[in-house]
């Protein structure tokens, strides 16, 4: 398969579509459709979870209900197989608590002129440190097998700086 020219449109779409059905907690259950019954992994906050039924008793498992979202930037690359590499920066507030910056990167893989979530993990950028920390960062890298090592066929690094606009 060749490189999917439409990733950007690809990337910045999914986004949209995902977080209007996730931000609404009347909907958020629907999330699971974008997800593998075996195929796709999460990692949320570091836990590690496989396939869309244990995706969705995670979801189901999050004790908020109001979500309010700014999506600072979405960087999208072409992945090998057609899919896409995704990587948002945002910052979000759940019903009354303090808004906090986060990071998630989805890998959408191609199957039957679709697309599926493969890869999807999130993590809030909190930093515990006395001082003034340095800006934080995000860097993604997804690696290819070859002759048993590994090279890096994408990387995404992104400064977390938020407009506070």
């Known amino acids: 398969m060749s490189l999917n020219p439409q990733y950007e449109e690809i990337g910045k779409g999914f986004v949209q579509q995902y977080y209007a059905i ?3 907690p009347a909907n958020r259950a629907n999330v699971v459709n974008f997800y593998s019954a075996t195929d ?11 396939g869309a039924p244990k995706i969705l008793e995670k ?3 999050l004790s908020f209900q109001k979500i309010t979202r700014v999506i600072t930037t979405v960087d999208s690359q072409p992945t090998f197989d057609g899919g896409v ?3 948002v ?4 507030q759940t019903d009354e608590d303090q808004p906090h910056a986060y990071i ?3 890998v959408l893989k191609p199957v039957g002129g679709s697309f599926f979530v493969q890869h999807d993990i999130f993590r809030l950028s909190l930093h515990d440190c006395d001082d003034d920390p340095p800006h934080a960062f ?3 890298f997804f690696l290819k097998a070859n002759a048993g090592t590994f ?3 994408h990387d995404i690094f992104r400064l977390n700086i938020h407009n506070s606009a």
């Open 40 to 50: 796709s992994f999460m990692t949320f906050e570091g836990h590690q979870i496989q």
């Open 151 to 153: 090279f890096v066929a």
């Open 89 to 92: 920066l945002g910052r979000l």
């Open 138 to 140: 995000s860097q993604v």
């Open 22 to 24: 996730f931000d609404d």
């Open 59 to 61: 979801v189901q498992s």
């Open 85 to 87: 590499l995704i990587n």
């Open 104 to 106: 998630q990167t989805f």
